[in-house]
């Protein structure tokens, strides 16, 4: 058997709960005052409690919505079901709001809202820091450039609200703007309007494609001009590029 056969054996014992711990498979003898299965048990046990850790951290609203116990074993049930085959414990985290979706039960579809809620934050908080702070291009037509961390969400619950272990979640269609600032982050709620100007920004438009959404939408140039300043006095927006 050689070195990358044993890697994969080892991490196949490690991180399924039902393999059986056993050295004789990996090729590895036992020896000193502890078992090479207990070892293996270790290192299963503190390769869950991570993970699980991580996944507290990253969605600490839906463990309160849920409460610990079944959250604890909903994670337990993620973990066994799609062991992670990620570089990074936040990748694997991107993947639990689906999981919440097809076994989160009665409440999966207010569970699995509030997980992509808070997921949509994760990714805001570990975006990098823009390399400029501000820019403004007076050429033509230039496009808007956008905070790395901006994040847009539409959802049908509250999951902006503070929540309560076994009290659901209020029923109401949202559109949310999540960003990331030096003091803290940004949860807003945005009208229909904002939300869609915001989306058109978001992809990288040029100023002269907000003038449809403007005409369809009946807004006044002015109203819009309001929204982009606003957006631009929180860091939301950059400025302007080529």
Known sequence: M???E???RFQNTVSSRSAKPDGATLGIRDGGPITVARRLEIYRYAYFARIEESLDEDFPKLRRRMGRREFSRLSDRFLETRPSHYASLAELSGDFPTFVAEHGGDGAAELSALAAYEWRIVLSNVAP???IDSVIHRGENPRFL???????????????R??????PLSPRPLRLLIARRRRGGISQRLSPSQYEVLSVIVIGSRVDE?????????????QVAGWIERWTVQGVILGLVP
Do not use: F, N
């Not at 956008?146 to 902006?160: A, I, R």
């Open 6 to 8: 044993i890697q994969t």
């Open 129 to 131: 820091e823009p390399k």
């Open 210 to 222: 907000l003038a449809p959404v403007v005409r369809a939408g009946r807004l006044s140039p002015k």
């Open 146 to 160: 956008l905070h790395p961390s901006v994040e847009l969400l539409e959802t049908m619950w509250e999951v902006d």
């Open 2 to 4: 050689d070195l990358g």
């Open 162 to 167: 503070p929540v309560k272990t076994g009290r």
